[in-house]
């Protein structure tokens, strides 16, 4: 399966939504599309979602790209949840902690 990237705007937040694979491959286009969303316009994002409800896989590099987000999106006050996950990805985010990081729906 490609893996495909969406966003869905509405005035202050973000939803990012990733089909497939979330792995190092993703980083270039994941990095930038929340870079050009906060940019692009006067209304500053203060919510992130990464709904991951169509994502198979995921990978250490995408965890350092959750992070790099919280990161950033905390810089500037906003806040990021990951969504809908499936048991054996939600089970990667809570053997790396992030359910302490993260709110994970």
């Known amino acids: 399966m490609a893996t495909s ?20 491959e993703t980083h270039k286009q994941f990095r930038k599309i929340y870079h050009l969303a906060d940019n692009d316009t006067q ?8 709904d991951l409800s169509e994502t198979d896989y995921i ?27 499936h048991p054996h990805i939600r089970k990667i985010l809570e ?3 992030f359910h302490f990081l993260f709110s994970i729906t």
């Open 5 to 24: 990237i969406s966003v869905a705007r509405s005035s202050h937040s973000l939803t990012i939504s990733i089909k497939g694979r979330f792995n190092f």
């Open 43 to 50: 209304d500053k994002i203060t919510h992130f979602t990464i």
């Open 59 to 85: 990978d250490s590099s995408a965890l350092g790209m959750l992070l790099l987000l919280r990161e950033e999106a905390a810089a500037n006050k906003a806040t990021v949840e990951i969504s809908n996950t």
């Open 95 to 97: 053997t790396a902690n």
